[in-house]
């Protein structure tokens, strides 16, 4: 069983930065795929970015984040972080770290439907 576990939220003003972390020991033996869901009051839950680690690898971001976010695995492959800049309040939410498996390649981890593992959740909140 795998268990994810997030830090790193907070409230920011707009324009502001935070990283996001999930420690996510030897994730690798459960998943193929890792990343970050996002989840507004009344919505369903978004993928944000992940990384995809079969084949040459990958990243896939949500065309929202696209150039603001990075995601990115630490060298010992136990921690995931989203770096998070150039904040808008359109960006405040509860942020999930999530694990799963593709055979498809990194845009389809963003899919909710193939995430097998959830971490409890960060909240984000950007002030305008």
């Known amino acids: 069983q795998l268990r994810l576990v997030e830090s790193g939220g907070g409230s920011v003003q707009a324009g502001g930065s935070l990283m996001l972390s999930c420690a996510a020991p030897r994730y690798s033996e459960s998943a193929n795929c890792i990343g970050w869901f996002r989840q507004v009051p009344g919505s369903e839950r978004e993928g944000v970015a992940a990384?995809?680690?079969?084949?040459?690898?990958?990243?896939a971001y949500d065309d929202t984040v696209q150039g603001r976010f990075t995601i990115s695995v630490n060298d010992a492959k136990d921690t995931v972080f989203l770096q998070m800049n150039s904040l808008k309040p359109e960006d405040t939410a509860m942020y999930y770290c999530a694990a799963g498996f593709s055979a498809s390649g990194a845009s389809t981890c963003l899919r909710r439907n193939l995430v097998r593992y959830w971490g409890q959740g960060t909240q984000v909140t950007v002030a305008s």
């Open positions: 990384i995809y680690s079969w084949g040459g690898g990958g990243t």
